[in-house]
């Protein structure tokens, strides 16, 4: 089987499923695990953008993409070629296990799919008591935007305990915030992501200045990796594992 992956974090669960670059022969420029074994996967383009006729080249048999991360069109133009496809719609991490089944029957590795998909769900059935805390993920800086309670993102740190808001819920699920607004939300614990958008300590700074400035009970910042936040599939269980292990500790 020859399988195109649109998307970096189930290029990464091709990888965990036990196939390689013979089987895997197209990725984007984000898929960068696992290191080393990647490299030897060629690129086609970018999640947003492929170049179809690269994808075309590599004469796939399967195209993996994601419902929120790759275009309609690119969708839309497989089926026109009359390439297959597997549509990841993941919304919440306790979704991640029956994706990674019907993605594993799909590439026909259904056993390492099923293993993975079990793990998750043994970690989702250790999940924490509910927290009197609420938390806000941010994912990029100018302008703010924030992953709401309706996302993955969101989603992942509500697994933790954390209740985490639906800001505009008629909107895409990334609403545009403000200091201000995370207050009047009352966001207890600001989670900082480095990816999309890699926050720096000096806007953390800045960002804990304005709470300051506006409010006595500041949220309490947190740098994270962005990857235990967004890559759902085989890192999703490493995911909830890390950020349940940093939470403890602080």
Known sequence: MRIVSLVPSLTLTLFDFGLDAESIVGRTPWCIHPAGSVNDVPVVGGTKTPTLSKIEAARPDLVVMDKDENPKAVYEW???QGYATFVCDVRHPRDVPSMLRALGEAVQCSKVAESLACSIESTLAEAPERQMRRALPLIWHKPLMAANGTTYAGNMLACLGYEVP????????????????????????VFLSSEPHEFTTEEGEAMEAAFQSITDEPPTIHFIDGEDLTWMGSHTDVALRRLRKYINRN
């Open 78 to 80: 497989c089926l026109e």
């Open 166 to 189: 639906d800001i505009e819920p008629n909107g895409t699920g990334y609403p545009e915030v403000t200091p201000q607004v995370m207050v009047d939300y009352g966001i207890t614990d």
